[in-house]
């Protein structure tokens, strides 16, 4: 008998790296495949699997599950009571992460917009933040948590406040860029893969701006269908939810994104710098937050790069984005400074 010649693609996929990472909100929708994507990754070495113990699942038992698949990498889960205290549990869930991934809070029912999940929203990153700036301090902390506009705004300014790098709070917005590139595939013929449109502004209605005229492949493509793809681009989320029918909001399409996403940044901590369009703190407008492309170094974000050229429907919707987001971020810093 050889060596079945799946082994070493096996190999090369389950493992073996040198990062703990954290999932938090890891029995939900997003969270379980979002778990199985990074004990997959070959980056990563421990994963520590968390959820509070009203979770539709217990974490304990979604880490137990995964500990079974042929992977090099250590899974453990922390289920923690809703009313019991964080100290210990925490402690040491999140002590020595390279990543926290914070796939935590409610998703929006058909006629809600991501706004409408603010307040709980934010509550409940507020609590993982907090102990994530105490037990992992060094951490990139990504927020897969609606409405990213203002969530983001809201914890970077907390981390500010504790004397942390707030550019270690990364709102993920991988999803908007893995649908226009899917969406632009669709019509062109090409693979996915080799379609790489970047999307800035931020996760929301009409701050989602796809960038068409800076991938080659979109060029294939007229500029009122170019602009119909930038709409359904937008959309694209309030279209699962409706699909979805009160029970949900994108999961798997999300876990794959923010598991790319993932990737990225350990890759650029184990000495690859890696480029991906996220929601941070940024100089390129003039506005304190903003999507743009962003390279993932050793310490996390290295640089946020400006977007680029533009055409002039692209400086048409850029105005748009601005205006929208400015009012998003602004509810995101009142939250900081209230503190609720
Ligand atoms: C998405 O884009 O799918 C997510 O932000 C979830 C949502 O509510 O649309």
Redesign the pocket.
Known sequence: MGTSCSSGIRKAIMGGGSHKVCVCGAAGGIGQPLCLLMAMEPNVKELAIFDVNVAMVPADGVAEDLGHIESKVKVTGYSLGVDQPPKVHLNECLSGCSLVLVAAGM??KPGMT?DHLFKVNADIAKGIVEACAKFCPQAVVALIV?PINSIVPAMAELYKKAGLDPKKIVGVTT?DCVRANKFVSDIVGCHPSNVEVPVIGG?DGITIMPVFSQEPMAARIDQSALEALDKKTQD???D??NKKNGKG??TLS?AYAAARFGRAVLSGMSGKPAVECAYVKSEVTDLPYFASRVEFGRGGVSKVLHYGSLNNYEKGRLEEVKVQLKSEIQAGLKYAAHGQ
């Open positions: 998703p929006r991501r609606n999803l996760h694209a989320g309030t699962v939810v909001s994108a999300m």
